[in-house]
């Protein structure tokens, strides 16, 4: 049977208003990636970031997102903040834990009592930044993969997969799930075909790995979500195994400086990457499952 794929109206483009518009994804909608920023007098930045974001709340994100129908979300601890967790220990707080989870940035030496503390909060993973300064480094991996895996976390991997293309398999014999961010980040000029695609594909077939569709415009050659590059990548990994993909917006869309990037837009360029039969699967079913069923 062939994948029916929505198609929004034509004149449905990422500089319109979101006034009167109805939702576009369905009830239960989970975005699995985004961030907030806060006051830096307030939430101080590290030296060795790699970037110096502007303030972005989660009201902000709210007001962008709940429009196209993001009922839950997920709040990624950013490089920026290195070990310090007190703006994504604040926004977990006070948010519904039945609408919002969060990933934290584990090292070696953190020490029980707080990664018990994250996961009361509702933390469900500990991440790897290879790609910005200020990061967990792949090398620290198996240390911090002992530290999570008795409270059922798994791994975020932002590593570009045609650098390390073995990477993704080593993390998954690591005795957790992997769940890799913005479809692997491979080069540009290696489309659907490069060695840590192939790879990053055979794990999710397996069930041994999760890709997040997000990001899409860090790995296109013209910086949009709606590059038509993107498709036969997103289509490879769907193919692999649809019950591993996630969405997620990136918002704000840290270190991406050459244009904005709209809810709507963001909302549209999944719309075309995932067949209409799929796309609860993508945004209700398989988030449910990676963090919040366990």
């Not at 920023?37 to 962008?64: H, M, V, W």
């Not at 994504?88 to 029980?112: C, F, H, P």
């Not at 077939?205 to 709606?226: H, L, P």
């Not at 498709?231 to 904005?260: C, F, K, M, T």
Request: hydrophobic share 40%.
């Amino acid at each position: 049977m062939k994948p029916t794929f929505l198609h929004p109206p034509a004149d449905f483009s990422g500089q319109e208003s979101l006034a009167g518009m109805a939702r576009i994804f369905p009830a239960g909608s989970c975005d699995t990636h985004f961030h907030v920023f806060g006051d830096p007098s307030e939430y101080p930045l590290i030296q060795e970031r790699s970037y110096t974001p502007a303030a972005a709340s989660i009201g902000d994100y709210r007001k962008a997102f709940r429009p196209v129908g993001v009922d839950k979300c997920i709040l990624v601890q950013p490089s920026v903040y290195g070990r310090d967790h007190s703006l994504l220990k604040n926004t977990l707080r006070n948010a519904s834990q039945g609408t919002l989870r969060g990933v934290a940035v584990i090292y070696e030496d953190t020490a029980d009592s707080d990664i018990e503390a994250l996961h009361v909060l509702g933390v469900r993973g500990a991440r790897c930044n290879a790609l910005f300064q200020g990061g967990v480094s792949a090398s620290r991996l198996k240390a911090v993969a002992d530290r999570i895996k008795g409270l059922g976390w798994h791994i975020q991997l932002l590593v570009n997969v045609d650098d390390d293309p073995g990477l993704v398999q080593r993390v998954a014999g690591m005795g957790v799930d992997v769940v890799v961010d913005h479809f692997g980040h491979p080069h540009a000029r290696s489309g659907a075909g490069g060695p840590g695609l192939a790879n990053l594909r055979a794990l999710m077939k397996e069930g041994r790995a999760w890709v997040k569709f997000s990001g899409a415009y860090r790995i296109s050659e013209t910086a949009s979500a709606a590059d038509t590059a993107i498709y036969p990548i997103a289509q490879a990994l769907l193919q692999a195994n649809p019950d591993r993909v996630v969405w997620g917006s990136d918002w704000p869309h840290p270190g991406i400086q050459a244009r904005e990037h709209s809810s709507l837009e963001l909302a549209r360029a999944l719309l075309q990457w995932v067949p209409m039969e799929m796309l609860h699967r993508i945004l209700v079913d398989n988030p449910a499952h990676l963090y919040w069923g366990r």
